[in-house]
Nanobody
């Protein structure tokens, strides 16, 4: 079955940058849209970015638009999230999943933006 393994998180100062990676398994990866989600403490998980199966179309939440860029490499079954101009409110655990997410999630990767 499909698995998602997120990496690349860490502690960064406001205004800094991070690049998150998601390694996905499964034969249907290249046929599915992908998304990055995040969950802050005490809050529900929210969708922050999606990318079409081909990688030719992307969408972003208003809170990250202009700062984050989602990309994918279907040959490697990888999805990336380049995060620039990070703000403290970006602090959360970040997850990847299909754009229409399955009910199982990886461990996520912690992003902490703090001075």
């Amino acid at each position: 079955q499909v698995q998602f393994v997120e990496s690349g998180g860490g502690l960064v100062q406001p205004g800094g940058s991070l690049r998150l990676s998601c390694a996905a398994s499964g034969s249907i990866f290249s046929l599915k849209s992908m998304g990055w989600y995040r969950q802050a403490p005490g809050k529900q998980r929210e969708l922050v970015a999606t990318i079409s199966s081909s990688g030719r179309s992307t969408n972003y939440s208003n809170s990250v638009k202009g700062r984050f860029t989602i990309s994918r490499d279907n040959a490697k079954k990888m999805v990336y999230l380049q995060m620039n101009s990070l703000k403290p409110e970006d602090t959360a655990v970040y997850y990847c999943n299909f754009g229409d997410p399955l009910n199982y999630w990886g461990q996520g990767t912690q992003v902490t933006v703090s001075s």
